[in-house]
Structures are given as structure tokens and as C-alpha cells.
């Protein structure tokens, strides 16, 4: 271990005597920070949140597993969500339930402080008077005594790769490096539940590729529940797993992604369709997946600095595949270069955003795919509802 | 050269000890208040800033007069304390520190206030979200990002108490000792006739006022900053 990742060790880490002070005014009531993480599988929010002339009406549960991601255009509300359920705008018309704890019931409210949330912000929002160091540990060094501290300094530093930054001031990082340290703030205050604002919205594309595979690991690896908010369709995509569909003031639909994206409202956006396959290994430079009893082969993603080192590769693997991506054909093609092809069966036929084509909903061991074709090609391979087809898949995303 | 009288000396002490009071009772009593300010645009807030910068266009002879009235022993405050067995606060220090206190307030609001609002909400979400309390972000978040305002607040309200001369006139008189603070002292060595004296104060008053002057605007430049990046 290096000294700068050694922790705690300097003076900046000793608490400061206001922060003694202040801990016995501000904790003396009786509702404290909880000390033990509560484990609560569900968020329910019911009632009217109003900003403004805006009004959400709400009466739903949200998933607290894995990425869930609230999705809708801008506007619509998601921002709102997120800042009710973190505490930090109150609406005396709203309850909020995290598990079993009420947030929020009636005149009962619970401050942000004692909620044990970690949020990152849309833009940056590290503290500027604070060293990057200092800003990790701001929330790490507030936990009590007896509160469990799950994720270590060292560890987050070395998932995020801050090593580098500690010494370092907010002014002197890229927009990637700001959110990352963010980020890791955010984890290191040992959140029960993580709250995403848009966080890769300020950023360019550079930047936002460099931190989503992050966002992935940490979610793999912390197990912290974290509610994302996204207008970007490909973003929530590469990273969700749950998705709720915000529109009208409302929420509108929720569930696994695969199923949410078969929604007609999110096939206006983007026709696409997430696989989830294992891999069995690679072949020259071919990953070998299956998907049920079928297989696949991609070219392996080439190692880079961010993705995860080769001898912890993960074996699951998710695959992103646009619905004009892929062609059917009633037998298996042998003479094409096209060599993934699936069979599949027939579940639907959905209308797309152009009159002259048609999404067929596809059931490939039992996880759904989407096929963009044009409703002549419909009709002339006279394709029917539970009908046997193979489905050639010309380009897929691995994530 | 420089002679100063004994009279002189107990001038800048009073002028000093009426400065530090004053600005010393202003941070407690504006910071909450422009803090306040800051949280939003309703009437009331309006109103009360509004009031809060009347000093600024008000000769200080009408503030002046209507604290000798409030305070003296007929008015409201120095009566209420006539009945009480105390004195009333009219030609006291106590009474013209309670009218420097008023006259000053501007200069103590406004620049908290811009800097309360520069720094936004948003510093104090991020402390809340990670587990801060109220004074634990009073002394973490909001004192490290708006020092610049409280510095410039309290060399500002210094100053301005420095250069008091109306209400002090009004409220306090000359007494040696209790109300002759220096720029009254001035005034009287001037209606003496004793030029040279008030030409030795007020010199040193000028200086003094420029070099806190220089002080507030460098510190201005080297404290520019409170946003977050």
C-alpha cells in the first residue's frame, strides 16, 4: 500500500473540534442516523409532489436492487423524484417509505443527513475548499463510531483510480475526474442507497464512456442500490437494470429492462433489445457466448486501461442489439457472412415509428429481442405469431 | 510633528473600542439575518432588505433624531429604562454603539449576503447528503466558502463606523470619554479654530481609511471565488 492510499493517517483526516461541537448539537435527538444499514428491498412513495406549476402524482413502489433507472424527458419530473427521496425539497403531501423506515409520513421527516443516501449531482459539486482526499473522507469521517463501514477508502480509491488525484484541488480535474471523485465520496459515506442525477450529463463523450464502466463495477461489486436519473436512452441501456418510465406528470411503467424496452414509448426513442448471455471462454480472438442453447461469436473487446483486469472477466456479459440490426429468415442461412444466427420464436408484431415498417417481437430462450422490418418483407416471408425463424444479428454492443 | 493630546488619544480609543463593538455585534446579528435574506424573493424579504439599506440613503441626522427621541428619557426605550431605575441611553456610549449598530447594518448585510448567494444551495446539499448537520455545515461549508464576505463584511463595517459623524452628533453630543469620537473631536477642534490638531486626525483618519480601503478591495480579488468546481 502506498502512503497515499494509506488511510487515516494525516491531519486531515483528525476531526475538527466544530465537528465535535456539531455533532453534539446535531445529533442529541432521538431520530440519529441509523447505525446498522438497514436492508430494505423496496422505496415506496405515494402522494403529490409540486414545484412550482408542475405536479407528480405518485403512488408506487420502486426495485432497491442493482441499476434502477428513471427515465423520461426532461421535465417530466425525474429530478423532482430524486431530490423528494433524498430529502433534500419537501412536500408535505408525499410519503416516502424506505423499507419499513418512514422518510417521510405525515409531519414526520426525516433529515437528509440521518437518511444515509449518497448522491451525485448533475454538474460538480465537490466542496472547492477541500483537497480531493478531504472531499472523500468529508462523509466517511461524519459516520458514527458503531455505524459499519462496509466500503474502505483504499478500496474505493482503487475501483474509482483516484490514487493519482488525492493531493490534488477540485479546480485542477477534468469533468470525468470531478465525478469521479464524486462518486466515490458519495460511496465512501456508506450509503444504503445511492442516488444518480443525471451525473454523465455534463459530460463529453470521452469522459462519459471513461466513467460508465465504473458506475457498472461499482454496482457489481458494492451492492448498493442506486436509483439513476437519465433522459439518455443509450446510457440507461449500457448501465440499468430496472427501468421506470416516467411521462405525463406520472409514472407511467416499470420493470426489467429487456421487458420495458418492448414498450412502444421507448421504441419511438430507439427500437433495441438487451441480451443477457455467459460467456464460455474465447477462441483466437472470439468470445464464445450462450444464450439458453444458443451460441454466439463476437470479437473480444480489446483490453483497455479501464475495463476490468483479464483474470476477473466477468462471465456475464450484457449485449445490446438494435431492432434494425437484425434480419429473420425462415431457414438457416448458410451461404452469408452473417454467422450468429438464432432461432427464435414469433411473440408479436408491434408498429414502429415509420407507416412502412413493423417491430416483431422475438422470444430467444425466453429473453425478448426486437426485429425492425419492413412490413412488405412481413408479408412476403409470411411470418405469423408463434412461427419458428432465425434471427441473423449483424452488430452487437458487449457492455 | 505629531502631538497628540491627551484628549486626542482618548478620542482614537473610544473611536476604536466604538468600532470593535460595533462590528463585532453586527457579525453576530447580520450574519443570521443576511443568511436569511439570501434563502429566497418574498415580500417580506423585500421589505426588510429594503429597511436594512435605508442607513445608506438617510442623512444621519434623521436617523440621529429619532434615536435621540426613541432612547432619551422621554422616548419609548430610555424611558421604559428611566422607570426601570436605570439611565436613559441618550449622549451614552452604549447609545451611540446601539445607533452605529443600525447605521452600519447595510455594510455588514450586503456583502454576506452576496456571498451566501454566490455560494448557492448546493454546497450545503452536498454536505447534508453526506451525513452533515446544521452547524457542522455552518462551520465546514459555509464559513470556509464565504470567508471572503465575512472578512470583507467586518473590514467594511469597521471602516464605516471609522467615518461615523452625524448620528454620533445627534445621538451622543461630545462628551471626552463616552460620545467624542474622533471625527467629532475634529469637528469641535475645527469650530476652535485649532487647525493644526484637526489637520493631525484628520490626516491620520484618511490614511487609515485608505489602507483599510486597499485591504477590502485586495481581499476582494483574493476571495473571489466560493463557487463550486
Known amino acids: 500500500m502506498t502512503d497515499s492510499t494509506h488511510f487515516p493517517s494525516d491531519a486531515c483526516d483528525k476531526r475538527s473540534w466544530w465537528h465535535k461541537l456539531s455533532w453534539a448539537f446535531d445529533r442529541n435527538s432521538t431520530t440519529n442516523r441509523p447505525k446498522q444499514p438497514t436492508v430494505a428491498t423496496e422505496l415506496s412513495i405515494a402522494g403529490t409532489l ?21 427515465f423520461g424527458r426532461s421535465g417530466c419530473g425525474k429530478t423532482s423524484l430524486l431530490r423528494a427521496i433524498a430529502g433534500l425539497d419537501r412536500h408535505p403531501e408525499a410519503h416516502i417509505h424506505f423499507g419499513s423506515t418512514p422518510w417521510q409520513h405525515g409531519k414526520h421527516f426525516l433529515p437528509v443527513h440521518q437518511r444515509r443516501i449518497g448522491m451525485v449531482f448533475q454538474e460538480s459539486s465537490l466542496l472547492p475548499h477541500l483537497s480531493v482526499k478531504q472531499n472523500l473522507l468529508y462523509g466517511y469521517h461524519r459516520l458514527s463510531k458503531t455505524s459499519p463501514r462496509h466500503l474502505q477508502p483504499a478500496q474505493v480509491i482503487e475501483w474509482l483510480e483516484l490514487a493519482a488525484l488525492l493531493p490534488q484541488k477540485p479546480e485542477q480535474l477534468s469533468g470525468g475526474q470531478r465525478q469521479r471523485v464524486a462518486l466515490g465520496r458519495a460511496l465512501l459515506s456508506q450509503p444504503q442507497l445511492l442516488l444518480l442525477d443525471e451525473p454523465l ?20 461489486q458494492s451492492g448498493i442500490p442506486m436509483l439513476l436519473v437519465s433522459h439518455q436512452l443509450d446510457e440507461v441501456v449500457k448501465l440499468a437494470d430496472q427501468l421506470v418510465l416516467m411521462q405525463d406528470g406520472r409514472i407511467h411503467s416499470q420493470g426489467p429492462l429487456p421487458q420495458q424496452l418492448l414498450r412502444p414509448e421507448l421504441a419511438a426513442i430507439g427500437a433495441m433489445s438487451l441480451l443477457y448471455a455467459n460467456s464460455s471462454g474465447c477462441q483466437g480472438h472470439l468470445l464464445q457466448l450462450t444464450i439458453g442453447e444458443q451460441q454466439l461469436q463476437l470479437p473480444a473487446p480489446l483490453h483497455s486501461t479501464t475495463a476490468a483486469p483479464a483474470s476477473i472477466k466477468p462471465v456475464s456479459y450484457r449485449l445490446r442489439i438494435q431492432a434494425r440490426d437484425v434480419a429473420l429468415s425462415l431457414q438457416p442461412l448458410t451461404d452469408s457472412s452473417v454467422s450468429n444466427q438464432l432461432q427464435v420464436r414469433i411473440t408479436g ?24 422490418l419492413t412490413k412488405q418483407s412481413v408479408e412476403r416471408l409470411g411470418l405469423q405469431l408463434g412461427q419458428l425463424v432465425y434471427a441473423q444479428v449483424k452488430a452487437v454492443a458487449l457492455d | 510633528m505629531i502631538e497628540l493630546t491627551a484628549q486626542d488619544w482618548q478620542a482614537i480609543q473610544l473611536t476604536l473600542k466604538l468600532c470593535l463593538y460595533t462590528t463585532l455585534i453586527l457579525l453576530l446579528l447580520g450574519t443570521p439575518l443576511a443568511w436569511w435574506l439570501a434563502q429566497g424573493q418574498s415580500r417580506v424579504r423585500t421589505a426588510i432588505q429594503a429597511l436594512v439599506a435605508l442607513p445608506l440613503v438617510l442623512p444621519p441626522t434623521v436617523l440621529g433624531f429619532y434615536l435621540l427621541l426613541l432612547l432619551g428619557p422621554h422616548g419609548a426605550v430610555g424611558g421604559t429604562l428611566e422607570q426601570l431605575g436605570f439611565h436613559h441611553l441618550a449622549f451614552s456610549f452604549t447609545g451611540i454603539l446601539i445607533g452605529s449598530v443600525i447605521y452600519s447594518l447595510p455594510f455588514t448585510v450586503q456583502p454576506l449576503l452576496e456571498s451566501f448567494r454566490r455560494m448557492g444551495p448546493r454546497p450545503l446539499e452536498v454536505a447534508q447528503t453526506l451525513g452533515a448537520g446544521k452547524l457542522d455545515q455552518l462551520f465546514s461549508v459555509v464559513l470556509p466558502l464565504c470567508r471572503g464576505g465575512f472578512i470583507v463584511a467586518a473590514t467594511l463595517t469597521f471602516a464605516h463606523t471609522l467615518g461615523e459623524f452625524g448620528v ?62
Not at chain 1, 415498417?357 to 430467444?364: I, R, S, Y
Not at chain 2, 490626516?203 to 478591495?217: E, P, S
Open chain 1, 50 to 70: 409540486k414545484r412550482g406549476d408542475f405536479c407528480l402524482q405518485l403512488n408506487d413502489t420502486l426495485p432497491l436492487h442493482g441499476i434502477t433507472a428513471l
Open chain 1, 201 to 220: 450529463a455534463s459530460l463529453d463523450q470521452q469522459s462519459r464512456n471513461e466513467i460508465q464502466p465504473f458506475l457498472q463495477r461499482i454496482a457489481r
Open chain 1, 349 to 372: 408484431f408491434n408498429p414502429a415509428p415509420h407507416p412502412a415498417e413493423t417491430l416483431v417481437q422475438l422470444d430467444l430462450a425466453g429473453q425478448p429481442l426486437q426485429a425492425l
Open chain 2, 168 to 229: 454620533i452628533l445627534m445621538l451622543g453630543g461630545s462628551i471626552p470619554g463616552e460620545t467624542q469620537v474622533l471625527s467629532v473631536l475634529i469637528y469641535d477642534h475645527t469650530e476652535a479654530m485649532n487647525y493644526s490638531q484637526a489637520h493631525q486626525l484628520s490626516l491620520g483618519l484618511l490614511i487609515a481609511a485608505f489602507v483599510v480601503l486597499f485591504i477590502v478591495y485586495g481581499l476582494n480579488k483574493r476571495f473571489d471565488r466560493g463557487q463550486l468546481t
